[in-house]
């Protein structure tokens, strides 16, 4: 069984639409993560996220937004997408948050193309 | 300047050779993590440790913390160790800081 699963594995779109990825992890975990991995391969966390509380990176434009339906999934919502915005996106999940210094469980990744 | 630096960028080593990559930080954690990523793009956390030493099989971390250094060794390396390695640290601000990765080819 996958432990973090994240759908689509690869989107291609157009300047300007609106797309969503999904993740889901079948751990239990409490926390959820998402990462950017720029044309470059360097990693940036983009947001954490439990129940109780949303991290957001300061350097996140506010056309990305995370969604959680419930524990086990958070799904990242991306409007009016920029050429910028391409990159491989990466979910992971961890038994506690950052501070609690868990070890983090990685998706595949979605790679994003923005024609 | 990036709060995580590691070295080498680019590494190739002989099958057989002991390899070492380094990770220094600059930022408070509450833990550092080594991650690796497959040529195929997958990541795996390799450890996560915020004292001493950890072994996982040819795998070897080490962390100081007085120093804010770690180190990754691979002892015995082989070809399928091939992949890019990434430093990262954690802190009780809920950060997490990646290095820019050590890109490792192990030759047959």
């Known amino acids: 069984d996958t432990a973090v699963s994240q759908t689509p594995k690869y989107l291609v779109t157009q300047m300007g639409n609106d797309k969503s990825i999904k993740c889901e992890q079948n751990?239990?975990?409490?926390?959820m993560y998402w990462y950017k991995q720029d044309s470059k391969k360097f990693l940036k966390i983009m947001f954490s996220?439990?129940?109780?509380?949303?991290?957001i990176n300061e350097t996140v434009p506010n056309r990305f937004s995370p969604k959680s339906p419930d524990k086990a999934h958070l799904n990242l919502h991306i409007n009016s997408l920029e050429l910028g915005d391409s990159a491989v996106y990466f979910c992971?999940?961890?038994?506690?948050?950052?501070?609690?210094?868990?070890?983090?469980?990685f998706g595949p990744g979605t790679r994003l193309t923005v024609l | 300047k990036n709060e995580v630096e590691q070295s080498p960028q680019n590494l190739t080593a002989q099958e057989g050779e002991f390899i070492t990559i380094n990770c220094s930080y600059s930022?408070?954690?509450?833990?550092l993590h080594w991650l690796q990523q497959h040529p195929g793009g997958g990541i795996v956390s390799l450890f996560m440790?915020?004292?001493g030493k950890k072994k996982h099989g040819r795998l070897i971390a080490t962390i100081n913390i007085q120093e804010k250094h770690s180190s990754l060794h691979i002892t015995a390396s082989h070809p399928r160790d091939s992949a890019v390695y990434i430093c990262?640290?954690?802190?009780?601000?809920?950060?997490?800081?990646f290095g820019t990765g050590t890109s490792l080819t192990v030759i047959p």
């Open positions: 992971a999940s961890s038994r506690r948050g950052l501070a609690g210094a868990d070890e983090q469980f």
């Open positions: 751990l239990g975990h409490d926390t």
């Open positions: 996220y439990n129940n109780k509380e949303l991290i």
């Open positions: 930022v408070g954690i509450s833990a």
């Open positions: 440790l915020s004292s």
């Open positions: 990262a640290v954690s802190n009780t601000g809920n950060q997490f800081y």
